[in-house]
Every structure is written in structure tokens, then in C-alpha cells.
């Protein structure tokens, strides 16, 4: 007996679909490849900052804020990013944001004074802001909880840390073969190309009506902004400094601000229940206490290796391979062991190891040399943020409405910037206080005073680390993996 017509059209379209191409991994590529190119742009200019510092005249203190104009709008920006995809859809706003982001390398990388890269490197974190949230918010909405999550979460992290790390041997090769300015030039072609294939391989969502919340985005990044420009303030002039104490001031009535707003707006940019659950709420503080320190590890170490060690810029850039292979090589096993042993043994067994390379970067002295003070700290601290960073993501994204998936998806990057940038400009300050009380003069004395004050800002990180480890054993709950779930 024949089957119906009904039947075959059912099998015919089954045929089909079995053969169609799982668009999923297309687009993840995508927009993973993106979200690479905004990570790289955190770290890919440290080699470079010495080239930078001499080319633009900027002063040591100052020099920081090539980093953080970049994260600070990055950060203070993304979850209004993520509500303009909500309201006007994610695959319009990712193009729009890697636009601009584009647009502003190209400026940054023309630039001819440090005023005109500062607002090129903003305008750049801005662009990241718009773009970013897409990725997250693409992972959690297309793929369900469990092995297939799990599974993309781990290619995440793998490029969101990976690619900080990658950026820095990136960094080296270009400013020792083309030229510093090559590290923003770059992405250029690039972002063209991404712009190019997002609406052949992005699906557009559902647009969501509502509105922005604009105060609460210029509140929370202007308190953000301040609060970093205080701490850079006393970074060159001390703490009595008068800047420096009107710019915390400034910081705590906008970010005081920023949270009556939330608390009273009707569509705010921070659901404030996101922070309801226990658990994510330890996750995201644990974030952003390991990317403070591990940020200002990069912004220091990328100096001594070339400053201290002789260094230039293609050897520095290489000597931070190790980290790269361990992170991306640990990232691959962490799902496996997550299904076995649980989130926070998992979490726990990565940080020992990455507060204990942060302690041992503490003891860096004049005489340490790379093998014997700067390799094994690597390898602790990849392979320590290689495991606990895949169980730390899903927890924060773990038990999330959809409709907050975006604000929770962004709320992982933006404790990650909001770390990196407030964690640098406190480590930073750490430093320029050690080398003013060393009362050193001399050019020996000076040399001396600037390895004991890198030593004291590793110092301060690794505090950061224990702590993160802290809020992991006595604030985050271990969920149990379900039955039959391997990854």
C-alpha cells in the first residue's frame, strides 16, 4: 500500500530538514568570531604600550587609560546594548555595533595625539557594547540547558579568555613586524567581513517592546568612569589629591544614582532579580574579582618582560603562549569534569591553582628571569582560569527566564569589563604608592623600586584570587548535574 499524499509531503520535508545544515554552528562561528575580535582589542594593545607611550607621549599613569577607555564603555554600555537588541532586534544591532566598532579602529589606528586615541579606543568600546551582548544571548537562547549549552559555553570561554592571552602574542607580532598602530588597523577588514555575512547567516529576533533606560546607562558607566579617574587621580598625586577625592565623590553620588533608578525604573537596564538567586549573584562578583586581577597580571607582566627582561615586543608576545595552550587546552576538559564531579569542585580546583601562580608572581624580584619567576605562574593561571571559567558562566546564566536572558548574558561581560577596568586602575594605584614610599633615587634604586612595586600589585591581585575562592566555598551552591546529563 502506497503512503498518502499527507505522508510524503511529512517525509519530504523531514528529508529536507535532515539535510539542511545546522545553521546554530554557522552562526555561532560568527558571531564567536566577532566576540574574539572585541576580546583581542582588551589585551592586543599591552605589547604595544611602551611603542604607544613613546610615539604619543603619554605619562605611566595615564597610559592605563588606553585600556580602560576601551573597557570602561565596553562595560558601562553593554546592557544597554543588550536591551537595543531586545527592542529592535539582535542580528540589526550586532551589525550596527560591529559598524561602529570597525570605524573606530580605523581612527584610533590614524591617530596622532593620545587625546584622539583615548576617544578612538572609547568609541571602540562603545561599538563592543553594542555587538557583544548578541553572542551570550544567541548561546543561551539557542542552545537548551545541558550538554549542548555546555558544550558551546566551553567554546565561549575558550575564546573570551583565550583571546585575551591571544591578544597579546598578536599584539607582539604586529608591533615588531608593521607597526603598533597595525594592532587596531586590523580589525578593518575584519569587520567588514562579519558586517558582510550577519545577515546571510543571523537569524533576527522577535523585536520586544519597551524602552531604554538611558539614565540608568549614564549613571552606572559616568559613576564608573569616575571612580576609576579617582583612583588614577591618586595613582599620580596621592590620596590627598583633590581630583582624586572630588572624583570618588562624584562616583558615589552617580552609582548611588544608578541603582535608585533601577530600583524604580520600569524597564531597568539591571533587572535587579537577577540578583535574587544566591548563587548567580556570587558568580558574578567571583568574575569580577579573578578578571581584576588578571587583567592588571597582563597590563604589569607585559612591561617587565620588556622593560625588565630585554624583551621585545614579537619575544613578549610569544612568551605568553604557554598560558594561551594551557587555557584553551584545560577549556576543552572542563565540560567533561563538570558532569562528573559538579560546578563548584570544578570552580574550586581552578582557582587554588590560579591564586597560587598570582602568590608566586608576588615574589618577582630584579633577578627573577623568565624561566625561573614568569613560566610556571603562567601555566598555574591558565589552567586554573580554564577550568573555573565554563562552571562560573553557567552558573550566571543557569535558571534564567528567556526574557532576561539578555540582561543576564550581558551581566557576565559587563562584570568581566567593569572588573578588568576597576581592578587595573586599583592595581595601578598600588604600584605608584609602592615606588613613592620606596624613597629610592638613584637609577639602580629607581629600577629596584619598579620591580618591588610590580611585585606589590601581583600582590593585591592574588588577594583578589583568594577572595574570588572564598565567595565560591561559602556563597555559591553546587547544583547537581541532572540524570543522565554528560557532555
Given at each position: 500500500?502506497?503512503?498518502?499524499?499527507?505522508a510524503?509531503?511529512?517525509?519530504?520535508?523531514?528529508e529536507?530538514?535532515?539535510?539542511?545544515?545546522?545553521?546554530?554552528?554557522?552562526?555561532?562561528?560568527?558571531?564567536?568570531?566577532?566576540?574574539?575580535?572585541?576580546?583581542?582589542?582588551?589585551t592586543?594593545?599591552?605589547?604595544?604600550?611602551?611603542?604607544?607611550?613613546?610615539?604619543l607621549?603619554?605619562?605611566?599613569?595615564?597610559?592605563?587609560?588606553?585600556?580602560?577607555?576601551?573597557?570602561?564603555?565596553?562595560?558601562?554600555?553593554?546592557?544597554?546594548?543588550?536591551?537595543a537588541g531586545?527592542?529592535?532586534?539582535?542580528?540589526?544591532?550586532?551589525?550596527?555595533?560591529?559598524?561602529?566598532?570597525?570605524?573606530?579602529?580605523?581612527?584610533?589606528?590614524?591617530?596622532?595625539?593620545?587625546?584622539w586615541?583615548?576617544?578612538?579606543?572609547?568609541?571602540?568600546?562603545?561599538?563592543?557594547?553594542?555587538?557583544?551582548?548578541?553572542?551570550?544571548a544567541?548561546i543561551?537562547?539557542?542552545?537548551?540547558?545541558?550538554?549542548?549549552?555546555?558544550?558551546?559555553?566551553?567554546?565561549?570561554?575558550?575564546?573570551?579568555?583565550?583571546?585575551?592571552?591571544?591578544g597579546?602574542?598578536?599584539?607582539?607580532?604586529?608591533?615588531?613586524?608593521?607597526?603598533?598602530?597595525?594592532?587596531?588597523?586590523?580589525?578593518?577588514p575584519?569587520?567588514?567581513?562579519?558586517?558582510?555575512?550577519?545577515?546571510?547567516?543571523?537569524?533576527?529576533?522577535q523585536?520586544?517592546?519597551?524602552?531604554?533606560?538611558?539614565?540608568?546607562?549614564?549613571?552606572?558607566?559616568?559613576?564608573?568612569?569616575?571612580?576609576?579617574?579617582?583612583?588614577?587621580q591618586?595613582?599620580?598625586?596621592?590620596?590627598?589629591?583633590?581630583l582624586?577625592?572630588?572624583?570618588?565623590?562624584?562616583a558615589?553620588?552617580?552609582?548611588?544614582?544608578?541603582?535608585?533608578?533601577e530600583s524604580r525604573?520600569?524597564?531597568?537596564?539591571?533587572?535587579?532579580g537577577?540578583?535574587a538567586?544566591?548563587?548567580?549573584?556570587?558568580?558574578?562578583?567571583?568574575?569580577?574579582?579573578?578578571?581584576?586581577?588578571?587583567?592588571?597580571?597582563?597590563?604589569?607582566?607585559?612591561?617587565f618582560?620588556?622593560?625588565?627582561?630585554?624583551?621585545?615586543?614579537?619575544?613578549?608576545?610569544?612568551?605568553?603562549?604557554?598560558?594561551?595552550?594551557a587555557l584553551?587546552?584545560?577549556?576543552?576538559?572542563?565540560?567533561?569534569?563538570?558532569?562528573?564531579?559538579g560546578?563548584?569542585?570544578?570552580?574550586?580546583?581552578?582557582?587554588?591553582?590560579?591564586a597560587a601562580?598570582?602568590?608566586?608572581l608576588s615574589r618577582?624580584?630584579?633577578?627573577s628571569?623568565?624561566?625561573?619567576?614568569?613560566?610556571?605562574?603562567?601555566?598555574?593561571?591558565?589552567?586554573?582560569?580554564?577550568l573555573a571559567?565554563?562552571?562560573l558562566?553557567?552558573?550566571?546564566?543557569?535558571?534564567v527566564r528567556?526574557?532576561?536572558?539578555?540582561?543576564?548574558?550581558?551581566?557576565?561581560?559587563?562584570?568581566q569589563?567593569?572588573?578588568?577596568?576597576?581592578?587595573?586602575?586599583?592595581?595601578?594605584?598600588?604600584?605608584?604608592?609602592?615606588?613613592?614610599?620606596s624613597?629610592?633615587?638613584?637609577?639602580?634604586?629607581?629600577?629596584?623600586?619598579?620591580?618591588?612595586?610590580?611585585?606589590?600589585a601581583?600582590?593585591?591581585?592574588?588577594?583578589?584570587?583568594?577572595?574570588?575562592?572564598?565567595?565560591?566555598?561559602?556563597v555559591?551552591?553546587?547544583?547537581?548535574?541532572?540524570?543522565?546529563?554528560?557532555?
Amino acid at each position: 500500500m502506497s503512503p498518502s499524499p499527507t505522508a510524503q509531503v511529512v517525509t519530504g520535508a523531514r528529508e529536507r530538514t535532515a539535510r539542511r545544515p545546522d545553521r546554530r554552528g554557522i552562526a555561532l562561528a560568527l558571531v564567536l568570531g566577532a566576540q574574539l575580535m572585541i576580546i583581542l582589542d582588551m589585551t592586543v594593545v599591552n605589547i604595544a604600550l611602551p611603542s604607544i607611550a613613546r610615539g604619543l607621549h603619554f605619562s605611566e599613569p595615564s597610559l592605563s587609560w588606553v585600556l580602560n577607555a576601551y573597557t570602561l564603555t565596553f562595560g558601562g554600555l553593554l546592557l544597554l546594548g543588550g536591551r537595543a537588541g531586545d527592542i529592535l532586534g539582535r542580528r540589526r544591532v550586532f551589525i550596527a555595533g560591529i559598524a561602529l566598532f570597525t570605524a573606530a579602529s580605523l581612527a584610533g589606528g590614524l591617530a596622532t595625539s593620545a587625546a584622539w586615541l583615548l576617544a578612538a579606543r572609547a568609541v571602540q568600546g562603545a561599538g563592543g557594547a553594542i555587538a557583544s551582548p548578541a553572542v551570550l544571548a544567541l548561546i543561551a537562547a539557542s542552545f537548551p540547558e545541558g550538554r549542548e549549552r555546555t558544550r558551546a559555553l566551553s567554546i565561549y570561554t575558550a575564546v573570551a579568555m583565550g583571546g585575551g592571552s591571544l591578544g597579546l602574542v598578536l599584539g607582539g607580532v604586529i608591533t615588531e613586524w608593521v607597526s603598533w598602530r597595525w594592532v587596531l588597523f586590523i580589525n578593518v577588514p575584519i569587520g567588514i567581513a562579519v558586517a558582510a555575512a550577519a545577515p546571510q547567516l543571523l537569524p533576527e529576533s522577535q523585536r520586544q517592546p519597551g524602552r531604554f533606560d538611558l539614565a540608568g546607562a549614564l549613571t552606572s558607566t559616568a559613576g564608573m568612569v569616575s571612580l576609576v579617574y579617582g583612583f588614577i587621580q591618586a595613582a599620580s598625586h596621592g590620596w590627598s589629591n583633590r581630583l582624586a577625592i572630588g572624583a570618588f565623590a562624584a562616583a558615589a553620588v552617580l552609582l548611588a544614582a544608578f541603582c535608585a533608578n533601577e530600583s524604580r525604573a520600569r524597564q531597568p537596564i539591571t533587572p535587579l532579580g537577577l540578583f535574587a538567586d544566591r548563587g548567580r549573584a556570587g558568580s558574578y562578583v567571583t568574575r569580577l574579582l579573578l578578571v581584576a586581577g588578571m587583567f592588571g597580571m597582563f597590563y604589569f607582566l607585559t612591561q617587565f618582560v620588556q622593560d625588565e627582561l630585554g624583551f621585545s615586543p614579537l619575544r613578549a608576545g610569544i612568551s605568553f603562549l604557554p598560558m594561551t595552550a594551557a587555557l584553551f587546552a584545560v577549556s576543552r576538559f572542563s565540560p567533561r569534569l563538570l558532569g562528573r564531579i559538579g560546578a563548584k569542585p570544578l570552580m574550586v580546583a581552578g582557582l587554588v591553582p590560579a591564586a597560587a601562580g598570582m602568590a608566586w608572581l608576588s615574589r618577582i624580584s630584579p633577578g627573577s628571569g623568565y624561566l625561573s619567576g614568569v613560566l610556571g605562574p603562567m601555566l598555574l593561571l591558565g589552567g586554573g582560569m580554564g577550568l573555573a571559567f565554563v562552571p562560573l558562566t553557567m552558573a550566571s546564566l543557569a535558571g534564567v527566564r528567556p526574557q532576561h536572558s539578555g540582561a543576564a548574558s550581558s551581566m557576565v561581560n559587563v562584570t568581566q569589563q567593569v572588573g578588568g577596568s576597576l581592578g587595573l586602575a586599583i592595581l595601578v594605584t598600588a604600584y605608584a604608592t609602592a615606588i613613592r614610599n620606596s624613597g629610592l633615587t638613584s637609577a639602580a634604586g629607581q629600577h629596584q623600586a619598579v620591580v618591588h612595586a610590580m611585585a606589590s600589585a601581583f600582590t593585591l591581585a592574588a588577594v583578589f584570587d583568594v577572595l574570588a575562592l572564598l565567595i565560591v566555598l561559602l556563597v555559591i551552591r553546587d547544583r547537581a548535574p541532572r540524570p543522565g546529563y554528560s557532555p
